[in-house]
């Protein structure tokens, strides 16, 4: 939205008071409070409508290799590395061999391996250690 003035306005905004002129114009935030507020303002330009949500994510293109833009699928046994902690853990349940496997990947990671999800890995696997 973007605002004029048409008469001098004395207001607080933002923690401070403020002197504006005739004439000024003012867009974003300020711009909404002033023509909400019956402040004396022209609106030059309103917002333009939102259009409608995208139903899901794009496609990547044909050909294009996920691992190399720095995603990775799950694999053929449903393991999804990337998938958030709770994702991963899900998958692994109290089943030791999962729990190695998902260890063993997040490790691949290097420096960029989650600690919690490893040290909680860890944990399942030192329940079922004899």
């Known amino acids: ?3 004029r003035l048409t008469d001098d306005v004395r ?3 933002n923690y401070a008071i403020h002197d504006l002129h005739r004439g000024a114009e003012f ?3 300020l711009a909404h ?3 909400s507020t019956g402040a004396p303002v022209e609106v030059i330009e309103h917002d333009p409508e939102p259009g409608p ?5 794009p496609a990547p293109p044909a050909g294009a290799n996920p691992q190399s ?3 990775q699928p799950p694999g ?3 393991l999804d590395i990337a998938g958030t902690i709770d994702t991963v853990l899900t998958w692994v349940g109290t089943d030791p061999a999962r729990a190695q496997q998902a260890l063993d990947a997040e490790a691949a990671k290097g420096d960029g391996a989650r600690a919690t999800l490893t040290t909680r890995l860890d944990a399942i696997l ?3 250690a004899p």
């Open 33 to 35: 409070h002033l023509a």
């Open 11 to 13: 207001l607080f905004w």
């Open 69 to 71: 833009e720095g995603l």
């Open 27 to 29: 867009i974003g935030d």
């Open 1 to 3: 939205m973007r605002v």
């Open 76 to 78: 053929p046994d449903g």
């Open 53 to 57: 949500a995208p139903a899901q994510a």
């Open 126 to 128: 030192q329940a079922v």
